[in-house]
């Protein structure tokens, strides 16, 4: 059989599913992550490193970069788009090198300005890896700050919110997936929203570290083109000052990348947290806790016409697996680099986008899939009116209080407990037969008569309301 060959249609059909299928999701990043945006970013670096040197009157009789030059520079960065992506690639396919290309195009535009005499103060004293490591940093603030951490506070709000709509209604907990102590939906939700938002704590407080010291991390170069200079001083004003980055002192030629592992091990700790919330939600819609609210038009099965698949849950699942694969990797492989450099971070690095774009899209499906939820209470009474058996615990603690303050026979109220609940269903006036005959003084006894597995949520509410307080302050700090 002949076919045409996919690879030649134009426009150009994706091959990851972020740029084909789940565009939408991930179209942002591209602002940030791309190929096209490391470009810009290094294109400012190398414009902004101009116009420092020049602004600090590093080389003696060397003539400042005019207002005019500055804006026409700039105006590359304001202006990148698609011709420029194209020129840069026609150059790169002379100069098979990327950063070179980019110094080609400013060099370029300086001489349309006029300023062809500072030619060579493009890319003065810098390795490429100068040009680079701020340039990623650049691209990854932006793109946590921008895209990353909206999507993660919008699913923490969502949690959030739910946990305070839920506050109060009672749950059968389930341990080692057997009936235990109660508990309510609105506390169980807002332990994974805590948990979320530690961790989107660690990752709003990233420093993003960047160097511009050369070939080597001594400054060689520019100590002897212009040995008078404080370089350390100049480098760290221009990473700290002019980019907005935090200056890292010491490094090799690369800087070291430990704290894009540091933020990569955050995103996947963040992502197999929500891992947890998917498979926790998708357990609760399976055991009727929930009921999901049909989107008109929609199909839930093929050949089941009654089913509405926890799709979102179950899509959520797989993209945070496949981000956490990236992030490990990343993670794992960018704090090494043999003696003083060697390039498998250079193409490791171009996966950062795919992994942040898979944890963006898993997030955007558990805010809509949280979203089409509604709480199933009869389900949820059903099963605590069935397992009376896990008031257990409170008898057997009112017995041991009992016995602390001296009341008689209350000795050994665990063993008695057990032989009564253990392998056993009792109900209702099982259990108050029992606490009837303990000899319980009065207080305690009412109390212990009055108890129902749907009051038996000791502090839930004020826990969940708890956690609204302290995301709230966090999101506001």
């Known amino acids: 059989m002949t076919r045409v060959t996919l690879a030649d249609l134009d426009p150009a059909i994706a091959l990851s599913p972020l740029d084909g299928r789940y565009r939408a999701d991930a179209a942002g990043l591209v602002d ?36 005019e030059e500055k804006a026409g520079l700039r105006g590359l960065v304001e202006n990148f788009d698609a011709d420029t992506i194209a020129k840069l690639k026609d ?38 890896e100068d040009i680079n490591n701020l340039s990623y940093a650049l691209g990854l603030k932006g793109a946590v700050e921008n895209q990353w951490l909206p999507r993660a506070e919008a699913l923490i709000d969502q949690l959030t919110d739910m946990a305070q709509e839920l506050a109060d209604v009672p749950m059968l907990a389930h341990t080692h997936g057997q009936p235990a102590t109660p508990t309510t939906m609105g506390k169980e939700i807002a332990v994974t929203a805590h948990r979320l ?42 990473v700290e000052d002019r980019l907005g980055l935090t200056f890292n002192p010491l490094t090799t030629q690369i800087e070291s990348h430990d704290f894009q592992a540091e ?21 609760y819609i ?52 043999r003696l003083q450099r060697d390039l498998t971070d250079s193409t490791m690095q171009r996966n950062i986008g795919v992994a942040f774009g898979h944890s963006i899209l898993a997030m955007n499906n558990l805010v809509k899939g949280l979203k089409m939820l509604d709480i199933n209470r009869d389900a949820l ?6 397992n009376w058996e ?19 026979g209350m ?41 129902r597995p749907q009051t038996y949520i000791g502090q839930a509410r004020q826990l969940a309301a708890d956690h609204a307080e302290r995301w709230s302050a966090l999101k506001n700090s």
């Open 32 to 67: 940030y992550l791309s190929e096209a945006a490391l470009n810009r970013d290094r294109i400012h670096v190398e414009v902004e490193w101009l116009i420092h040197l020049s602004e600090n009157g590093v080389i003696d009789g060397v003539r400042a970069v005019t207002d």
């Open 91 to 128: 150059i790169e396919k002379v100069t098979v090198h990327d950063v070179k290309a980019v110094e080609y195009v400013i060099k370029d535009r300086l001489a349309e300005l006029g300023g062809d005499d500072l030619r060579e103060f493009v890319h003065f004293c810098c390795t490429s």
């Open 197 to 238: 938002a530690r961790q989107f704590k660690r990752i709003k407080d990233t420093v993003y570290l960047g160097k511009i010291n050369g070939a080597t991390g001594t400054y060689a170069a520019h100590s002897v083109a212009v040995p008078g200079a404080d370089w350390p001083e100049i480098a760290r004003s221009f």
């Open 263 to 283: 933020l990569y091990s955050d995103i996947d700790r963040f992502n197999r947290i929500a891992h947890n919330l998917a498979t926790d939600f998708w357990t």
């Open 286 to 337: 399976s055991m009727n806790y929930f009921k999901q609210i049909p989107v008109e038009g929609a199909t839930g099965s093929s050949t089941m016409p009654h089913k509405v698949n926890p799709i979102r849950f179950e899509n959520a699942e797989a993209n945070l697996e496949v981000s956490c694969a990236l992030l490990n990797t990343l993670a794992d492989t960018l704090v090494t680099s």
């Open 381 to 386: 009474d059903a099963d605590l009116e069935s």
């Open 390 to 408: 896990v008031l257990g615990e409170a008898v057997q603690s009112v017995m041991r209080a009992a016995y602390l303050r001296g009341v008689p």
């Open 411 to 451: 000795e050994n109220p665990y063993e008695k407990l057990k032989e009564l609940t253990r392998g056993h269903r009792i109900g209702q006036a099982d259990l108050q037969e029992f606490t009837a005959g303990l000899g319980l003084p009065e207080d305690d006894a009412e109390r212990l008569k009055e108890l």
